[in-house]
């Protein structure tokens, strides 16, 4: 296996296909390139895993800089493709996160996992990762959800 970061519009949208395992039918290619379209000016980019050419494992990653933290990474749409899964790649992922995190000069990797995924609450408890707080939302648009 192979990590790599895709920093480009057109690196990302060769991987929409693993992408779509995460949101239902109504998350179109055009929906994707336009939300990266405005993502990645704001410190987007994204960390992949290469088996045999195809991409098994990817996940978004935001820096950023918030009074109560000093500057962080934030784990966005974590994934590994399904036929993929136990092979390592999600482990290779965070650890290349917490070696990028740490020589930026970050003070933590946060992330957001829904309440019913145990599966992703029990690979980050493994991984050093806690609960801190919680992560209200108040949904304005319900349709425009993905």
């Not at 179109?28 to 960390?47: G, R």
């Not at 933290?69 to 784990?75: H, P």
């Not at 609450?121 to 991984?127: K, P, T, V, W």
């Amino acid at each position: 296996m192979e990590i790599k970061e895709l920093t480009t519009l057109e690196e990302m949208l060769a991987q929409f296909d693993l992408v779509q395992h995460l949101y239902s039918n109504n998350f179109t290619l055009e929906k994707y390139k336009a939300y990266l379209t405005e993502m990645l000016p704001h410190n987007y980019i994204q960390i992949a895993v290469f088996e045999e050419g195809q991409c098994i494992g990817l996940s978004g990653l935001w820096s950023g800089i918030k009074l109560w933290s000093g500057r962080y990474f934030e784990i966005d749409n974590f994934i590994v493709h399904p036929d993929h899964r136990s092979k390592g790649a999600a482990k290779m992922m965070t650890d290349y996160i917490k070696t990028k995190a740490e020589a930026a000069g970050c003070t933590m990797i946060v992330l957001d996992a829904f309440t019913g995924n145990f599966t992703a609450h029990r690979f980050y408890y493994n991984q050093g990762y806690y609960p801190r707080g919680f992560h209200f939302i108040k949904t304005l648009n319900e349709g425009g959800l993905s």
